[in-house]
């Protein structure tokens, strides 16, 4: 099994920062990989996938890198609205979320 | 749109049984695959099963591996999983989400998920 490892698993950052995620591959997964954010109480929506592609409507400060076994994920500029636990996820094995980080404003 | 509806939540005590059903819409329900995903109360994501899009090729996490079966009839664009031998540890949020492809990778549309609760 492919194991997913995020880290920071939570953060504090103010309004305008630039925020990074890194997610590990156990194993070389190439680019399949996406990014999800999932506001409280919310069910989850995908934002970035094959590791780079940013999903229609998901605004551009939202990015996504990396490729083998690894990932980052960056808020060019944090807003009010991207409070939210965010989780990367590998598909090169079925499927397998990170513990996710928490992003909470400063 | 696309439009999933979880349905059949609830509780159950340890030991029982569940089915819950996703109702699709919205989408040629036949030409995706389609998994569950569950939440434990302040916990992760943590994926369930898949099954492919036009056959029933399925796959299943190992921690519900003989327990839960899944399946959808493209007839009526409905996902199902069936739950026996429920645990305490089963207890979370189950989502609905549709692939973008025909086999399991990309989660681009998901419901709002129906709570299981396990408990004596």
């Known amino acids: 099994d492919i194991q997913m490892t995020q880290s920071p698993s939570s953060l504090s950052a103010s309004v305008g920062d630039r925020v990074t995620i890194a997610c590990q591959a156990s194993?070389?997964?190439?680019?399949?990989l996406n990014w999800y954010q999932q506001k409280p109480g919310k069910a989850p929506k995908l934002l970035i996938y094959?590791?780079?592609n940013l999903e229609t409507g998901v605004p551009s400060r939202f990015s996504g890198s990396g490729s083998g076994t690894d990932f980052t994920f960056t808020i060019s500029s944090l807003q009010p609205e991207d409070i939210a636990t965010y989780y990367c996820?590998?598909?090169?094995?079925?499927?397998?979320f990170g513990g996710g980080t928490k992003v909470e404003i400063k | 749109d696309v439009q999933l509806v979880e349905s059949g939540g609830g509780l159950v005590q340890p030991g029982g049984s569940l089915r819950l059903s996703c109702a699709a819409s919205?989408?040629?329900?036949?030409?995706?695959?389609m998994n569950w995903v569950r939440q434990a109360p302040g916990k992760g994501l943590e994926w369930v099963s898949s099954?492919?899009?036009?056959?029933?090729?399925?796959h299943y996490a190992d921690s519900v591996k003989g327990r839960f079966t899944i399946s959808r009839d493209n007839s009526k664009n409905t996902l199902y999983l069936q739950m026996n031998s429920l645990r305490a540890e089963d207890t979370a949020i189950y989502y609905c989400?549709?692939?973008?492809?025909?086999?399991?990778?990309?989660?681009?549309?998901w419901g709002q998920g129906t709570l299981v609760t396990v408990s004596s």
């Open positions: 989400a549709k692939d973008r492809w025909v086999v399991p990778a990309t989660l681009d549309y």
């Open positions: 919205g989408f040629t329900f036949s030409s995706f695959a």
């Open positions: 099954i492919i899009g036009s056959d029933d090729d399925t």
């Open positions: 194993q070389d997964i190439s680019n399949f």
């Open positions: 094959d590791a780079s």
């Open positions: 996820q590998q598909y090169d094995n079925l499927l397998t």
